[in-house]
């Protein structure tokens, strides 16, 4: 993990680096809180599997889901650049974007 990119209601994102491959990714742990509440370990599970079974080009793609000592994780493709979070606080959005 090279750096905290932000955290929420259910843990921290990170930026990585994948060392097989080489590639930037993006790595979501679970919180110790989220891991001891049974319905947000399931919303965790839920999105995990239901991202890694989608294949289109404005999803992004799901490298692994694991467990390691920092708690449960997703590994997903990394985008640089802004957060819907802070594209939404801008203002409405016009219908072409």
Do not use: C
Not at 24 to 44: H, N
Not at 51 to 58: E, F, I, K, Q, V
């Amino acid at each position: 993990m090279l750096f905290r990119l932000g955290s929420g209601g259910m843990g921290e994102v990170w930026k990585g680096e994948d060392t097989r491959s080489g590639r930037e990714v993006a790595i979501k742990v679970l919180s110790p809180e989220a891991v001891a509440d049974t319905d947000r370990m399931k919303r965790f599970a839920m999105e995990a599997n239901a991202t890694s079974a989608l294949d289109h080009p404005n999803i992004l793609a799901v490298y692994e889901v694991g467990q390691s000592d920092a708690g449960p994780y997703i590994v997903t493709e990394f985008v640089d650049g802004e957060t819907v979070r802070s594209i939404l606080m801008s203002g409405p959005l016009p219908l072409a974007r």
